[in-house]
């Protein structure tokens, strides 16, 4: 068991407590958090009197080890851009979990990462979520499938545009999704009739055997069991979205793209999140009233395309104003994974609330993604995923000294190394 005393915790779902303890079994779970209580003799210690507790941060949507740093093209594997609905494609398969940006991550407080394949595609692959420390990515997966990443507006009609080839507009993005949906749809039906005939064949079958038993002479028609369909990967890689399993995790900028991508889900029943939602704040009612997550930024970078002309820091206080679940983005390496603390900072200066701001980088991705049972607070049952900063996390001069992941510390800035990070 371990013990961390704590200046501060700042629990984010619950008040701060001041001069509090965390209790951590040895299976990396929190046990109880609080003051007042005494602490067993048999735990060992980390003196963290002088410091602030925060949950480990969870960055909902990035590409960290897939765009990997300090690489060329050839390691470069976000994006199959060969065939514009490639949903059968995994981001597990490309992730290399030692990577440089990843290592650097973990010194600044980032525990959970969900990793997405690119933009490039209308339909881009399936998303992994992981905590970031290991060696052995499959060890490290959390969420094996955390969402079907897709795409809406410039990007893919300029990456097949490109090729002379559908799509080359905004029609064609929407006109090959809905094709892939109603094959998928027609894809389930086939093997829902196929189940229930195999279902009935069986019965015949028992029937069939009981009065062949009863009467070995009698002239009898033996049930002939149904012709399997045939798999596909692209098809089974939609189901679980159908069965509302995952979200699509909808890739849009503009207001226009947005909608359309609202309008899709609703139009096949299936659920959505807003991956970027750079103009959000212009239809913030709009994404209130259909309870659509809101997954923002990167805000950032350089306003690099025209989608992000209107880009402002303002859209997470006016989207968590109006009620919309949101969380914070990096999409590193488009802006780097690391520095967290410092964007909702940032959308702290420009309007979103303090706790606010707590919320976007921890618990409020825990949710989009299904996870807050587990991750995103320092709550007792929870897995302790826990950095230790010297200051209020939002302040941009505070520093980790410590990084806790279920229950081990990962980093100590005492006793870091180049060859670790």
């Not at 679940?325 to 410092?342: F, G, K, N, R, Y």
């Not at 200066?349 to 996870?371: C, D, F, M, P, V």
Request: a neutral charge; aromatic letters at 6%.
């Amino acid at each position: 068991m371990k013990a961390i005393l704590c200046g501060k915790i700042i629990p984010v779902t619950k008040d701060p407590i001041e001069n509090g303890h965390i209790l951590i079994d040895d299976k990396g779970k929190i046990k109880k958090v609080g003051k007042g209580f005494d602490v067993p003799k048999d735990a060992e210690i980390i003196d963290a009197k002088k410091w602030v507790a925060f949950p480990g941060i969870i960055d909902v949507h990035c590409h960290a080890a897939v765009f990997e740093e300090e690489v060329g093209l050839g390691l470069q594997d976000g994006n199959e851009c060969t065939d514009p609905i490639t949903p059968h494609v995994r981001v597990l398969d490309a992730i290399n979990p030692v990577e440089k940006g990843m290592k650097r991550a973990i010194g600044s407080g980032v525990t959970c990462v969900c990793i997405a394949p690119g933009s490039g595609n209308v339909v881009g692959g399936q998303m992994t979520t992981i905590k970031t420390h290991g060696r052995i990515v499959d060890d490290m997966v959390i969420q094996e499938v955390a969402g079907m990443k897709c795409a809406f507006g410039e990007n893919p009609k300029r990456v097949y545009g490109g090729m002379q080839r559908t799509p080359s507009t905004r029609m064609g993005n929407l006109g090959v999704f809905r094709q892939l949906m109603m094959e998928t749809q027609n894809y389930m039906n086939k093997w829902d009739e196929y189940k229930k005939k195999l279902k009935q064949y069986k019965e015949d079958s028992k029937e069939y055997e009981k009065k062949k038993k009863e009467d070995k002479d009698k002239d009898l028609k033996k049930p002939v069991e149904p012709t399997i369909p045939d798999k596909n990967i692209k098809y089974d890689a939609m189901v679980p979205v159908f069965k509302k399993e995952i979200p699509l995790r909808a890739h849009a900028h503009q207001d226009n793209d947005i909608i359309s991508a609202v309008r899709l889900a609703k139009e096949f029943d299936v659920n959505v999140t807003i991956e970027h939602c750079t103009y959000g704040h212009k239809i913030a009612d709009f994404l209130a009233e259909n309870k659509i997550p809101a997954i923002v930024g990167p805000t950032f970078g350089f306003r690099t395309k025209i989608e992000l002309k209107d880009m402002t820091w303002k859209t997470y206080g006016i989207l968590n104003k109006k009620g919309v679940l949101v969380a914070l983005t990096s999409d590193h390496p488009v802006v780097p994974l690391q520095e967290q603390t410092v964007y909702a900072a940032i959308a702290h200066r420009e309007g979103l609330s303090k706790q606010g701001a707590y919320e976007i980088i921890t618990i409020n991705g825990a949710k989009i993604l299904g996870l807050d049972d587990r991750i995103g607070s320092i709550e007792a049952g929870k897995d302790a995923d826990i950095a230790l900063w010297n200051g209020d996390p939002l302040l941009v001069h505070s520093k980790v000294q410590k990084v806790l992941i279920d229950g081990k510390i990962i980093y100590d800035i005492e006793t870091v190394t180049e060859e670790l990070f």
